[in-house]
């Protein structure tokens, strides 16, 4: 899973779907739905995370206004987020995935989060173990220096 995540949309592809994309939004303000679901599958495999983001925008658009995608349109959803390591919605549309369909795909996808999720959170808790030492140190210092202070003033 690993592997798909990583893997990268090459530029002339997303290219090719910018170009088709942008010019139906400024003829009619209306995009259709294949070329914005195109569009949104090569921006959430982007190297660039405000393209990631874009595309979970446009998916999440297409996903609430045309049901009969609604499917696929999370499948994207739940990758796009575990890209940008945003683990709690990409857990959130694995499920919602799971709930329409068993597929081993999106299981292992949701396998992949839960693991990034809990690395996630060990190294927060590590980190503010580190701090909770480190705040310990310099109080017991500041004692001990008060403590010193105090003895040669007498």
């Known amino acids: ?46 190297r660039y995370t405000n393209d990631i983001r874009k595309g979970i925008m446009i998916l999440e658009d297409l996903s609430r206004l045309h049901a009969e995608g609604r499917r696929d349109y999370i499948y994207y959803l739940a990758f796009g987020n575990a890209r940008i390591k945003n683990y709690s919605e990409g857990l959130k549309y694995c499920r919602a995935f799971l709930e329409i369909e068993s597929n081993e795909q999106v299981r292992s996808l949701e396998e992949y989060i839960k693991k990034q999720n ?37």
């Open 1 to 46: 899973m690993e592997e798909l995540l990583n893997e990268i949309v090459p530029q002339e592809e997303l290219e090719k779907f910018e170009k088709k994309y942008a010019p139906e939004l400024e003829l009619d303000g209306e995009v259709t739905i294949e070329t914005k679901f195109e569009y949104a599958m090569c921006l959430v495999r982007s």
């Open 118 to 154: 809990d690395k996630e959170m060990a190294k927060g808790m590590a980190v503010a173990g580190g701090a909770a030492l480190v705040l310990g140190g310099i109080l017991g210092l500041g004692i001990a220096l008060a403590k010193n202070r105090q003895k040669r003033e007498k």
